[in-house]
């Protein structure tokens, strides 16, 4: 359905209060008999004029163009969508009477079915083009930073990580925390690991994200590393490789980091490089994006410090802004096609640089230690590091294979290699799970692939040795297979725990769907009041009575008379809307109208215990008796808690529209 059909129906289904009221106040009085079709049709050849679009536009003011242009970036957003966006920044109440009455001065409207808020389509780029600013809602200040600032969490030093901790694995104590050697010694192989990170270090954070990223893993009452979960790790583009590590430093718990990661990439979509914002604008680009996105995870506590640490935001003269390169640093490309990405010294001591592409990297640094990490990390090749990967299933071929595929590797490299290999082979102890296969049934599984992913070493003819922390998926793979073994009865040291392999990151990137693009500044309103006066001092007012030259002037001061000649809609309104003060039975009347009529609610104005006036928009379910005193009984608006209010507390109580187009 096109908008103006759209619009054309939710006029249509409008009470016939509602609709000839707004007939009468924008082109006059009703003739019988009528056709609404035909009236509609009168109200959309007034909203059309190039006349009534400049009034329009001439009375609308800051607060107004504020809402429109959050209408805009929210893209059709329900009433408590929009309530949402400006909880802290408006109040309910104000915001209720301010949406209000832009639907009265038709400028937007609502599905009745969907409840969304839409331009009235007549106006829609008149007030795009003239109201909606981006500036409205976000403050940038255009900003050239002279301060180049590279991240530090980059595939180079997580390669780095994954080294030292597959050479030193179980990194934490029983108690919680890192092992004080562990500390001590990453702090001499990452200078600057200990830099605070929110109220944590680099070094705690970074372990936490790896933990709830599942990079690192309990198994057996130890914290192991599988190089099979950094590879699945490693398929990721190197952007996401980024935005779920940031994600995983900023989440509570491993269920909220894909959502993180996509707010993050919906976020640097959002914000425009070269400007600088506060603090508040970065918290309403937040709050956009995740109302825009659903992406409702909260990001809680010190996340925007997070942020800083991270350099994902950079602080820099009193003002921040969004550090690009922290999701595409330039050290992702290689900088020459010839340019190895290691160098491998005689003395098996090896240079990791930081373009190397970082599966490749991954699966050399398994074979490695790391010794220091700075520009380019330094590795060494040892016995030790190569029995760690023998010991992983890796052969001493593939491992030469690895090197000499990224870089040129001296003479002895070789020969060195296969001298230890050879003595790792007289001497193995292997822990794992054996499985025996009768000789009848051995070529079902040794020619199925998905099961022989999982084997670690074939022992012998229909003996293979299997990882404890596979199991679940071997046994599935024998399953599928046609195959339901019986395991020998085996005894377990401390606690098996059963790996989770459902992925805990992000897996696709996002389509962006706020984009943030800086305009001409904020909306720069017309003096409204002189707008106003100028039509009260044009209209004819001599005929009316001063009931109505009060009401002509309310509904000036409202906006919603547009030009002098309107003056007669003012002879329409006589219903009573308020009661106040000792006026105890006129409140009481409002109160029972409200509850048998439609569309309506009640706004309530009580005396605090301290004597400070409190406001209150409620939708009333009944007015109950509670020995001698009324009680009004009801739910708030918008967020629908309960309430119970004296009728004699209250000071004032008026009767308002819930809106237009809805109840």
């Known amino acids: 359905m096109s908008d103006e059909l759209r619009w054309r129906a939710s006029l249509v289904r409008l009470p016939d209060e509602i609709f000839f009221e707004l007939i009468r106040n924008y082109v006059g009085e009703v003739k019988t008999p009528f056709n609404k079709h035909d009236l509609i049709a009168r109200l959309e050849s007034f909203l059309r004029s190039p006349r009534v679009h400049d009034r329009i536009v001439s009375l609308i003011d800051s607060t107004d163009a504020k809402i429109l242009s959050a209408i805009a970036l929210l893209h059709e957003p329900t009433y408590d969508t929009l309530f949402e966006f400006f909880e802290h920044q408006i109040a309910p109440i104000d915001l209720h009477h301010r949406v209000l009455n832009l639907e009265e001065r038709l400028v937007i409207y609502s599905d009745p079915e969907s409840r969304k808020i839409r331009f009235t389509p007549f106006l829609s780029d008149t007030i795009a083009n003239s109201v909606v600013r981006t500036e ?57 690991i200990e830099t605070r990170l929110g109220t944590a270090t680099r070094l705690d954070a970074i372990l936490s994200a790896l933990t709830k990223l599942a990079l690192l893993r309990p198994d057996s009452g130890r914290t192991t590393v599988a190089i099979d979960d950094w590879v699945a790790y490693g398929e990721l583009t190197p952007y996401l490789r980024r935005v779920n590590m940031y994600a995983a430093c900023l989440a509570t718990s491993p269920a909220e980091i894909a959502d993180i ?64 390169r922290a999701f595409r640093d330039p050290s992702f490309a290689t900088p020459e096609p010839h340019e190895s990405p290691l160098i491998v010294h005689p003395n098996l001591e090896i240079t990791v640089k930081p373009w190397v592409e970082f599966i490749e990297g991954l699966r050399v640094c398994h074979t490695m230690k790391i010794r220091v990490f700075d520009v380019y990390a330094r590795y ?17 071929e593939e491992v030469k294979a690895r090197f ?57 003819p229909g003996v293979y040795l299997m990882a404890r ?80 030259r009060l009401e002509f002037t309310r509904r000036v001061e409202s906006r919603v008379i547009l030009f002098p000649e309107q003056v007669a809609a003012a002879v329409a309104r006589t219903e ?88």
């Open 136 to 192: 409205n809602i976000v403050q940038f200040v255009p900003f050239n930073t002279t301060t180049a600032r590279s991240p530090w969490l980059t595939d180079a030093f997580l390669l780095g990580l994954f080294s030292y901790l597959s050479d030193a694995p179980d990194p934490f104590k029983t108690a919680g925390g890192v092992k004080k050697r562990v500390a001590d010694e990453m702090r001499a192989v990452f200078p600057g």
């Open 261 to 324: 990661a996509e707010l993050l990439s919906h976020l640097d979509a959002a914000i425009p490089p070269d400007v600088a914002f506060d603090r508040d604008t970065f918290d309403r680009i937040v709050r956009l994006v995740r109302i825009n996105t659903g992406r409702r995870s909260a990001l809680t506590g010190e996340y925007f410090e997070i942020l800083i640490d991270l350099h994902v935001i950079i602080d820099e003269q009193d003002r921040y802004w969004w550090n690009t």
């Open 380 to 396: 060494e090749l040892d016995k030790t590091s190569l029995f760690r990967a023998l010991d992983d299933g890796v052969t001493v």
């Open 404 to 460: 000499e595929a990224l870089a040129p590797v001296p003479q002895n490299f070789g020969f060195m290699l296969d001298a230890w290999a050879d003595e790792h082979g007289s001497v193995q102890i292997l822990d794992g799970i054996a499985i025996v296969v009768d000789e009848d049934r051995r070529h079902i599984i040794e020619h199925y692939g998905p099961f022989q992913r999982h084997v670690r070493r074939a022992l012998a």
């Open 469 to 548: 922390a596979d199991e679940p998926q071997w046994r599935a793979e024998l399953a599928a297979a046609g195959i339901s073994p019986v395991p020998e009865t085996r005894r377990f040291t401390g606690d098996h725990v059963t790996r989770d392999t459902a992925p805990r990151w992000s897996t696709s990137g996002v389509q962006p769907v706020t984009v943030l693009k800086p305009g001409p500044g904020a909306y720069t309103p017309d003096d409204t009041a002189a707008v106003r006066a100028r039509i009260i001092e044009s209209a004819d007012l001599e005929s009316l009575t001063d009931d109505q």
């Open 576 to 663: 009573k809307v308020e009661a106040k003060g000792l006026d105890y039975i006129g409140k009481v009347r409002l109160i029972e109208q409200v509850l048998r009529g439609r569309g309506t609610a009640l706004e309530i104005v009580e005396r605090s215990a301290t004597g400070a006036p409190k406001k209150h928009l409620i939708r009333p379910e009944s007015l109950d008796k509670k020995a001698t005193e009324l009680v009004l009984v009801g739910t708030t608006i918008p967020d629908g808690g309960a309430i119970r209010i004296r009728v004699g507390k209250i000071g004032v109580v008026r009767k308002v529209r819930t809106g237009l187009f809805h109840e």
